[in-house]
């Protein structure tokens, strides 16, 4: 029996803070379609869904054609804001972590997120992230989350068995995510999902220096 264990980090909310460029994004797309913006509470609360299914659910009665150019005019505006600006920053002890985690040889590291791969390829190149990473899920390829499929591949990818894998993320949609992949999960306070939208995670920590310890306390339940 493989003694691996997996760790499968979601990136928006809990790896790097891309708040100012999704909210920026998400007023030009809705501006280029002279739709009245959504808050910014209402925008937060989507992050880690697919782009399609996030503005369905932000405007349910839009017409799909509707849906389909906001998507469009967000991922233009996105990438437009990205390259005028510096790369969305990483949360304090991020990197430090990651480097101590993947000191430990028994332990391996992937990433499950809502970003397309051109998205996800910018932030791991931006920060020099790749090495840490041995699978990378990305919306491109599987239903939105809270469907469990990235989780599962993840899973086959390594060979690692889900009680030996945890889930962590900002959202409930990553808590949702993980649990229907039978994994446990780690909830982050750092992110954009109120502490009592996480209460449904194994634990939840509030900073990035907490996480080797919570790993140890939820592998041992």
């Known amino acids: 029996m493989s003694d691996l264990r997996l760790v499968i980090f979601d990136v928006d909310g809990t790896l790097i803070d891309s708040q100012a460029h999704i909210k920026g994004a998400m007023a030009a797309a809705f501006l280029a379609e002279s739709l009245p913006g959504p808050t910014d509470e209402a925008v937060l609360g989507i992050v880690g869904l697919s782009l399609p299914v996030a503005i369905a659910q932000l405007v349910p009665e ?53 970003k397309s791969r051109r998205g996800l390829d910018h932030v791991l190149e931006a920060h020099g992230l790749r090495r840490f990473f041995v699978t990378e899920q990305v919306a491109d390829h599987h239903p939105s989350k809270p469907h ?19 889930m962590i993320g900002d959202t409930s949609f990553d808590i949702d ?3 229907a992949a039978g994994v446990r999960t780690v909830g982050v ?15 939840v920590i509030d900073a990035f220096s907490a996480l080797p310890a919570a790993l140890e306390t939820v592998w041992k339940r």
């Not at 998507?71 to 969305?88: G, Q």
């Not at 954009?192 to 194994?202: K, T, V």
């Open 148 to 166: 469990p499929s990235m989780v599962q591949a993840a899973l086959a990818e390594t060979g690692v068995a889900p009680e030996d894998a945890v």
């Open 62 to 114: 839009l017409e799909p054609a509707l849906t389909d150019r906001l998507v469009t005019a967000y991922k233009e505006a996105f990438h437009s804001l990205r390259a005028a600006d510096f790369p969305s920053p990483l949360y304090p002890g991020a990197l430090e972590v990651l480097e101590g985690l993947a000191a430990q040889e028994n332990l391996l590291m992937g990433v499950a997120t809502g």
């Open 177 to 179: 995510m993980g649990q």
């Open 189 to 203: 306070g750092w992110g954009y999902h109120g502490a009592d939208r996480l209460e449904r995670a194994d634990i």
